[in-house]
């Protein structure tokens, strides 16, 4: 079986990322799965620039495909923000929960319509520390007023996508993977990578 290289630790990313290329019948390797591989602080502007880094450097001690996202959440309302610094936007010791409670206090006093937002993921892929292709991914919605669902990470319990009128973490799983902002993405990134795996196999 082919194997690629996943540039996070993140235990439900990797397993949203497998269910999204089960079709490729590839085994992913995270970073939990190669500890000699150090921790990467991000420092990017932009998505494109965290995720291309990510994917380089973690290709330098893999001789496999190796791929890296970026994601995260950009609201109108706040100016684009909390944008790279979505993971670690309530400051020290973030996690999702304090998160989620202190982007809903921002937007406490914001009407609904006014509180639309964009998920965005971007996947840079890479080999012995060079950048074989990048894509990118949206998804628009809005943020509500209260957590709602369970399942999923991140801003899912406060990202609802209009059409269906549930949150992320309410929609489960195998729904979130049809229309998510990664799911375009990794859409986009399947093509390559069995377009890659003819060639090199």
């Known amino acids: 079986m082919k194997k690629i290289v996943i540039a996070t630790a993140n235990k439900k990313k990797k397993k949203e990322l497998k269910a999204l290329l089960k079709e490729l019948k590839v085994k992913l390797l995270s970073l939990n799965d190669l500890p000699n591989i150090p921790k990467i602080k991000e420092g990017g502007k932009t998505f494109k620039e965290n995720a291309v880094k990510k994917a380089v450097i973690t ?70 520390g060079v950048v074989l292709k990048v894509v990118e991914g949206k998804c628009r919605g809005l943020i509500g007023f209260q957590r709602r669902g369970e399942n999923g990470f991140g801003y899912d319990p406060v990202f609802i996508f209009p059409k269906l009128g549930k949150t992320f973490a309410e929609l489960g799983p195998r729904a979130k993977n049809m229309i998510s902002h990664r799911a375009k993405a990794l859409r986009k990134a399947k093509k390559f990578i069995a377009d890659y795996f003819r060639i090199y196999s």
Not at 87 to 101: E, I, T, V, Y
């Open 59 to 128: 290709s330098e001690f893999t001789d496999k495909l190796t791929m890296a996202d970026d994601s995260g959440l950009e609201v109108d309302a706040l100016g684009g923000r909390p944008g790279v610094f979505s993971a670690r936007f309530s400051g020290k010791g973030a996690n999702d929960p304090k998160n989620n409670k202190k982007l809903l206090r921002m937007l406490r006093a914001v009407p609904s319509h006014k509180r639309k937002a964009t998920f965005k993921c971007v996947i840079a892929m890479a080999k012995r």
